[in-house]
């Protein structure tokens, strides 16, 4: 599921491999990011089943958002990418720019009016 | 409260931002360039622009104000916006002036654009300018409710894959000369055109085929990929048998050409047009990858009864069937006699149906006979579900229930 391990695979002769470098990823998160692999890769649930277990999966606080998708991006697992990106822009929805600055606490807001 | 890093979110990779923007309208993107400086100008890099109803927030407004508002945030996406552009939508309901929309093709021609979806809801065929067809980058073009009229100088889309069009216009010579000029073509819709009645398809990479529409005829050429096909013949034309006595048959031509056919979809009266000519019993070589078909028949008539019978005989890896009983208004020629089943039960090869759909049927012999058929040559099936027609009388429900089935896993499903 991540391309970039896939590939990291692919080009180390296999006998050398001991371990795939993911320094940029902090052990919380790629619990995490494993147990999305994991629960994907088994053929066990229903695709509404999975769509269920998806949103509860990105149910979390904003900051755990940002990693997940930091690391999505670095791992190259688009699936991940997409329902973390798809989550992040529905928190942003339907709220006014005061709002999502507060949300994510977002400094130096703007004074000037964009003409929409 | 939270202890966290401020302000993540603005310092995310350019890419991801705009994957996340994606998501939203293009209203609610651009809406982010006010939430701070750094802000300002990230929705820019949106690879993908839809303009479409979400666009406006439509508060009892006039037209006329609706219009000139969507056109004046057109006009601002458009000049502010860096980078290239994949994807440009336009589709309102309330649309914009002609020469709005050719000044911006003109704009996303030099972009360039990949993907051009143009919808027109209303009003006269729209006149696509002819910039749009010096557009190389294309890959993807839709185009609803337009006037195709090619420079004499267009050479073709040498990039297309995918091209939907609906309700266009479109001269004969330049229809032709359209799908012969896209050399990596793999994608073809055409839903009710008018100015081409005479259907030729050359396309060496063509996959994906789905037609509805008046037409007169049909053929292929060099198709050899084309795997799924679905067409409409929307004209309920008068077949002259004697004309086309002894010709060969329209069904042999059309598979003959489509070897690698996985999905098949014959609507409307395409199946009368394919049971014109004589239909053979067995065909020249067998639709091997056929796994899904689907027909709307007449069972009044017998020859497209044959027509059906020879694509079940010749599909011998079919596994999903779907029947549409189409009901005529005119009362059946007297020359086609009732269907002689002996014949055909004769030396018929084992079918390996699973899952059969039947719609639209109200009990009539020819039916009957069919839905019979089919549970006794099916060994494999596993479920049947039958929709009647809404004059289907109680009748049909016994009837379906006394026929002896092949496969005792069979599950017969009526649905009221």
Request: hydrophobic letters at 40%; aromatic letters at 8%; proline letters at 5%.
């Amino acid at each position: 599921m991540s391309k970039t391990v896939k590939d990291a695979i692919e080009t180390i002769p296999t006998d050398e491999i001991n371990s795939i470098s993911l320094s940029l990823v902090r052990s919380e998160i790629l619990t995490k990011v494993i147990e999305y692999c994991k629960k994907h890769n088994s053929a066990q649930m229903s695709d509404v089943d999975l769509m269920d277990w998806d949103v509860e999966f990105a149910n979390v606080h904003y900051t755990t958002l940002f990693d997940l998708v930091l690391s999505a991006n670095y791992m190259n697992i688009n699936c991940l990418l997409d329902l973390v990106c798809g989550k992040i822009a529905d928190m942003i929805k339907g709220k006014t720019p005061g709002e999502i600055a507060k949300l994510f606490d977002i400094k130096d807001v703007s004074t000037y009016e964009e003409d929409n | 409260m939270t202890d966290a890093e401020p302000d993540i979110i603005s310092s995310l990779p350019g890419h991801i931002i705009d994957h996340i923007l994606s998501h939203l309208s293009i209203k609610e993107a651009v809406r982010t360039s006010v939430l701070s400086t750094k802000w300002r100008y990230k929705w820019a890099t949106l690879p993908n622009l839809v303009f479409d109803s979400q666009c406006i927030s439509e508060t009892s407004e006039d037209l006329l104000d609706i219009k000139s508002k969507l056109s004046r945030i057109i006009d601002h996406v458009l000049l502010l916006h860096s980078g290239p552009i994949r994807k440009f939508k336009l589709s309102h309901r309330e649309l914009i002036g002609v020469t709005d929309i050719d000044r911006w093709t003109l704009h996303l021609t030099r972009r360039p654009v990949k993907e051009f979806v143009l919808e027109i809801w209303k009003g006269q065929r729209y006149k696509i300018p002819t910039c749009l067809f010096s557009c190389q980058g294309l890959h993807h073009l839709e185009l609803f409710n337009c006037w195709l009229k090619p420079p004499s100088t267009f050479q073709g889309f040498r990039n297309l894959k995918s091209l939907d069009l609906q309700h266009v216009t479109l001269a004969q010579d330049a229809f032709e000369n359209l799908i012969s000029s896209c050399p990596l073509l793999e994608r073809l819709t055409l839903m009710n055109f008018d100015g081409f009645n005479h259907l030729n398809i050359r396309s060496p990479n063509l996959q994906f085929f789905d037609i509805g529409g008046k037409f007169d005829d049909i053929s292929f050429e060099n198709t050899s990929q084309l795997a799924v096909v679905s067409i409409g013949l929307y004209v309920n034309f008068e077949s002259n048998q004697s004309r086309l006595h002894g010709r060969s048959s329209n069904l042999v031509e059309f598979l003959i050409r489509l070897p690698r056919i996985q999905r098949l979809e014959i609507q409307s009266y395409f199946l009368k047009y394919l049971a014109m000519g004589v239909v053979p019993v067995k065909l020249p070589t067998p639709c091997i990858d056929l796994s899904y078909l689907s027909i709307r028949i007449n069972f009044n008539d017998s020859k497209e009864i044959s027509a059906a019978l020879c694509l079940l005989r010749n599909s011998p890896n079919l596994r999903e069937l779907e029947i549409l009983a189409r009901p005529e208004e005119q009362p059946v020629p007297i020359a086609h006699h009732a269907y002689c089943w002996e014949e055909v039960c004769l030396s018929w090869p084992v079918m390996r149906v699973q899952h059969v759909r039947i719609d639209g049927i109200s009990g009539i012999k020819p039916e009957l006979d069919f839905v019979n058929f089919l549970l006794q040559y099916s060994p494999v099936l596993e479920k049947m579900a039958v929709k009647p027609a809404l004059n289907a009388g109680p009748e049909l429900v016994k009837d379906l229930l006394r026929f002896r089935r092949a496969s005792a896993r069979a599950e017969v499903t009526y649905l009221d």
